[in-house]
């Protein structure tokens, strides 16, 4: 039910009059600020954790703990840039609620001169990068999913069943999974997903700790030429940005997001801890010989330790709720004037159906899709995960006076932010080509 603004909003640091965005919020079915958390945490807590000793590796025992942790603050200040440069964009233009594209619109059509034609723009490269990102996404988790069945189950019951058999196994119950519109009834999708990499993580542990860990010949700090693969792991395991705002928007109370203690000082901080825990102690067991998953290390001969591979393929399996989510949300409301209001409830459901119906051939004729869309992954995560937040504040601050503080201090800082979003950019897309041309070179 919609709220009227009354007088009292300026209790809330508000002038008398002052438009209030949450008073105006009409959510059907808004989501518990625990419900938001088990989402944000889906979004940034993934089979990334299992790469992080993989990133130690590289990066050093020292400075692994102290570059997670810094891209940690770095990704959570940006998260934070976005949602409240889109609650300040609702509050000038005097709506309710603005999604991810809508914000860059918004932003930059009421900045300075020189921006307010990229409006629409904007908007447009927000939209069509998620859909990308998202759609193409669920190749690699389908090949992902597909693979690890294979391996495993192929060894144990000596059989040789092709790739594909498997990619059209794991379609089936994506039929159900994708077809969950509502935020609310992804919920237990991404708790059950949750809970599943949190049992990988505790099996991962127990041989990690199951006997004492020597650290006399493990690195501490990282050879240079070893940065920007640090780097680039940690950055793409911790990047959740495409349902940061789909999330908020829908909260019964948005006003605990920021807030502190909140959902995002709660969520990144729980995110940025066991990252740390799994890639200092995953590395100081397996030194050099880390592989890319801290999985494939474990004892293959032991089932609990081969458990963890069809575990962390049954949560990317129910992880798809979510991702599907957003771009579904972007794609409906761009086609869904094509269809009679009596017909949406059909349409959604071809149109899920037909999007998964594609990926699904696209895994199934091309096999080695992983570095295609890691080069997509690299340039549009880069730019939405951090590039885009920092640009999106510094625009809507450019034409008010004072609005980057003494000496012009938020503007330094959004320089430097941009700086490393840039580097974060170029290593990704370099190491993403290099994949290529090593596979089809």
């Not at 990317?316 to 409830?345: A, S």
């Not at 895994?363 to 880069?382: D, M, R, W």
């Not at 503080?405 to 490393?420: E, P």
Request: charged content about 15%; overall charge positive.
């Amino acid at each position: 039910m919609e709220l009227e603004k009354t007088g009292n909003e300026s209790s809330n640091g508000l002038a008398d009059g002052e438009y209030e965005p949450f008073r105006h919020r009409r959510v059907k079915k808004p989501n518990s600020t625990n419900g938001t958390i088990i989402h944000m945490l889906k979004g940034s807590l993934g089979t990334g954790i299992l790469a992080m000793p993989s990133a130690f590796r590289n990066g050093g025992l020292v400075f692994g703990i102290i570059g997670t942790t810094l891209v940690g603050i770095i990704y959570a200040h940006c998260v934070y840039l976005l949602v409240s440069t889109s609650q300040k964009s609702c509050k000038r233009t005097r709506v309710p609620v603005l999604g991810f594209s809508e914000t860059a619109q918004s932003v930059f059509r009421h900045g300075p001169v020189a921006t307010q034609r990229f409006g629409n723009a904007a908007k447009a490269y927000i939209d069509y990068s998620l859909l990308i990102v998202s759609f193409f996404s669920v190749c690699v988790y389908l090949l992902f999913i597909a693979t690890t069945l294979r391996d495993v189950v192929n060894s144990e019951l000596d059989i040789d069943w092709d790739t594909r058999i498997y990619i059209l196994l794991t379609a089936v119950p994506l039929i159900f999974v994708t077809q969950v519109r509502d935020l609310r009834y992804l919920v237990p999708f991404s708790a059950l997903a949750n809970m599943l990499i949190l049992v990988t993580f505790g099996i991962t542990l127990y041989y990690v700790f199951r006997e004492p860990i020597d650290l006399s010949d493990r690195a501490l700090f990282p050879e240079i030429t070893a940065l920007p693969s640090f780097f680039g792991t940690v950055v793409y395991a911790v990047e959740g940005i495409g349902v940061v705002l789909p999330v908020e928007n829908k909260m019964k109370h948005p006003q605990h997001f920021l807030s502190c203690p909140g959902v995002l000082g709660i969520v990144l901080t729980f995110i940025t801890v066991l990252y740390n825990v799994t890639g200092f102690f995953g590395y100081a067991r397996y030194g050099p010989g880390t592989r890319a998953s801290v999985t494939l290390n474990l004892p293959n001969e032991e089932w609990l330790a081969l458990s963890t591979q069809l575990l962390a393929a049954l949560a990317i399996l129910f992880t798809l709720g979510i991702y599907y989510y957003v771009p579904m949300d972007i794609l409906w409301r761009k086609v869904k004037h094509c269809f009679p209001v009596e017909r949406h409830n059909a349409a959604q459901i071809g149109i899920r159906f037909g999007i998964l119906i594609a990926m699904t051939g696209l895994a199934l004729g091309v096999p080695e899709l992983e570095p295609f869309i890691g080069l997509v992954g690299s340039i549009c995560s880069a730019t939405l995960g951090l590039l885009t937040p920092i640009v999106l504040d510094t625009v809507f601050r450019w034409p008010t006076p004072g609005a980057f503080g003494l000496y012009r201090w938020r503007l330094v800082k959004n320089g430097i932010l941009l700086a490393f979003g840039l580097f974060i950019l170029v290593v990704g897309t370099y190491f993403s080509i290099k994949d290529i041309v090593d596979i089809y070179g």
